[in-house]
């Protein structure tokens, strides 16, 4: 007899956990992706990236590292400010914001988004140079080309 919980007989996740362990005296980094609704391709743009880095600076609970956006969804790392804000608060909050803005072309959101807190500091490296290939193997850029849609606002210390 499988003694394994029903939800994982039933095969892959199809929602995203919520919450984020938040440990004292560790650090805290968290990836998150997040996709526009139906994955309609809005957020390559100038606009809609300043206006979400404008966003994100105001937004201040939740620090973001390093992000990069492509077309339908978007990756950035982030870590607490403020331990009393759950990270969906904060995600609901600047999702909120930026829409408040009626940013020409940006559409909706997802409701939900994944996330995954990383584990070592070799994850978040990995990681992020993961991501920043993104646009590449897209087919977005040639090789050695820059993707003006990614940034780092905080440097994310582990």
């Known amino acids: 007899m499988d003694t394994r919980p029903a939800s994982y007989l039933d095969g892959p996740r199809h929602a995203p956990t919520r919450g984020v362990r ?18 309609q391709p809005w957020l390559t743009g100038p606009e809609v990236h300043s206006a979400l880095v404008a966003t994100w600076s105001a937004a201040t609970a939740w620090l973001v590292g390093g992000y990069v956006l492509m077309p339908d969804h978007l990756h950035l790392f982030c870590a607490p400010r403020d331990l009393e ?5 904060w995600v609901t909050y600047w999702k909120r914001q930026f829409t408040r803005r009626k940013v020409p072309g940006a559409g909706e959101w997802q409701r939900l988004f994944w996330d995954r807190r990383l584990r070592r500091e070799e994850s978040y490296a990995e990681k992020w140079a993961y991501v920043r290939e993104n646009p590449l193997r897209a087919g977005l850029v ?10 780092v606002l905080n440097a994310l210390r582990w």
């Open 142 to 151: 040639k090789p050695g080309e820059a993707w003006p849609y990614e940034g």
């Open 22 to 39: 938040i440990e004292l005296g560790q650090p805290t980094i968290v990836f998150v992706t997040i996709c526009t609704e139906k994955r």
């Open 85 to 89: 804000m759950p990270l969906v608060n």
